[in-house]
């Protein structure tokens, strides 16, 4: 069974600095892929970043970035220069290959900025 | 491109009567349809996997007879949640991928459901 794990409930930073939304993950499956969503209030889910299990590099997008650290089973979302926009529920998803496609969420971490 | 909509997107209905929730992708034929579940402040949760033309896979503890899928095109899914009761007030996503969108589903706006 595969299980990810957030542990911050909740988070705040100030406007424009960097933060960092942690989240582990358990799964034997050597193939498998982690991602990260942004939910606004209006419920919409937002998808963030993308990374394969056997990609060499953290995966970047814009002031996303993905600190993937295997043998650790991390994959901490890093939202660079918070921008007040940014305040949304943010939930870790893991996709593994054996799974017929199905994404497992954890629990979320509701992230503030304040100015 | 890749849009996924949902109708209605919110709904209030009475105890004991039916609703319908529908799922469309816009601009792509989706093979794969996948119903969440989501109460206030918790996660999603998978409720069913839906592939087209054929029966959906329920998760363990989701009840098949209430919550009925039916996933008739490339571009529609339908969850039906019958005989409501104020349990299953909850806000329903769905989300839909293609054969090639290998990393990624795109999911549809939610549907929030109020039973009174």
């Known amino acids: 069974a595969q299980k990810i794990t957030q542990t911050q409930p909740g988070m705040f930073v100030q406007e424009k600095e960097a933060v960092t939304l942690d989240c582990t993950y358990d799964?034997?499956?050597?193939?498998?892929?982690l991602f990260w969503y942004k939910q606004p209030s209006s419920g919409e889910m937002i998808f963030l970043i993308y990374?394969?299990?056997?990609?060499?590099q953290n995966a970047t997008e814009g002031r996303y970035s993905l600190n993937f650290q295997k043998a650790r089973k991390s994959a901490n979302l890093v939202i660079s220069a918070s921008q007040l926009g940014d305040s949304a529920m943010y939930f870790c998803?893991?996709?593994?290959?054996?799974?017929?496609?199905?994404?497992?969420f954890g629990t979320g971490t509701q992230l503030k900025v304040e100015l | 491109g890749a849009v996924v909509s949902q109708h209605p997107s919110w709904v209030i209905c009475k105890s004991g009567t039916s609703v319908k929730i529908e799922c469309r992708s816009l601009d792509f034929q989706a093979t794969t349809m996948f119903w969440y579940r989501q109460f206030p402040k918790q996660s999603l949760m998978l409720m069913a996997t839906s592939n087209e033309g054929s029966k959906a896979t329920y998760e363990q503890g989701v009840e098949k007879d209430k919550f009925l899928i039916n996933h008739a095109s490339l571009t529609l899914s339908t969850l039906t949640v019958t005989s409501a009761h104020p349990e299953d007030s909850s806000f329903y996503i769905c989300?839909?991928?293609?054969?090639?969108?290998?990393?990624?589903?795109?999911f549809g706006p939610g549907t929030r459901l109020t039973v009174l």
């Open positions: 989300s839909a991928r293609f054969a090639s969108s290998y990393n990624e589903q795109f």
């Open positions: 998803a893991m996709r593994v290959t054996g799974g017929g496609n199905k994404l497992t």
């Open positions: 990374q394969g299990s056997y990609d060499q």
């Open positions: 799964t034997s499956d050597p193939s498998y892929g």
